[in-house]
């Protein structure tokens, strides 16, 4: 049908449910953050260099490189969803560190088609958390 959006859809990995929409998306930014470069076989370059990052101490500079590798990371590998805010939500002595993100979700961005835009600004995310 001409003018219908066409949703990405995908299993989700520890249901085995079908995924659409805003929850595909947060399953799959979530496989890109989690993913070590180099780790998967045929495609080396997928993923994000998070780990590095968080074998630090946490000081703003390194917070501001850990914001900048989950942009970029996001921006190459998930053409719908443009980044707008991240914001630090939890940060333990254990060595778990939540950030939120939100942003623009572009149902059919990997098509080039950004005329249909839903914000799913920080009001509307749950924390991703990132564990060493």
């Known amino acids: 049908?001409?003018?219908?959006?066409?949703?990405?859809?995908?299993?989700?990995?520890?249901?085995?449910?079908?995924l659409t929409g805003p929850a595909h998306l947060a399953q799959s930014?979530?496989?890109i953050w989690r993913t070590r470069l180099d780790s998967r076989v045929m495609l080396l370059a997928f993923g994000a260099d998070l780990r590095s990052l968080?074998?630090?101490?946490?000081?703003?500079?390194i917070a501001l490189l850990?914001?900048?590798?989950?942009?970029?990371?996001a921006a190459r590998w998930e053409p719908e969803y443009l980044i707008t805010q991240l914001?630090?939500?939890?940060?333990r002595?254990?060595?778990?560190l939540?950030?939120?993100?939100?942003?623009?979700?572009?149902?059919?961005?990997?098509?080039?088609n950004y005329d249909v835009a839903v914000d799913l600004g920080l009001r509307s995310t749950t924390p991703t958390a990132l564990g060493v």
Do not use: C, H, W
């Open 1 to 18: 049908m001409a003018g219908e959006i066409r949703y990405r859809t995908g299993i989700d990995a520890r249901t085995g449910q079908i």
């Open 29 to 31: 930014l979530s496989k």
């Open 54 to 61: 968080l074998s630090e101490d946490l000081t703003p500079a």
């Open 66 to 73: 850990i914001y900048n590798e989950m942009v970029a990371s």
């Open 87 to 91: 914001q630090l939500v939890t940060l």
């Open 93 to 96: 002595d254990t060595g778990t």
């Open 98 to 112: 939540g950030i939120r993100d939100g942003g623009i979700y572009f149902p059919e961005g990997r098509f080039g």
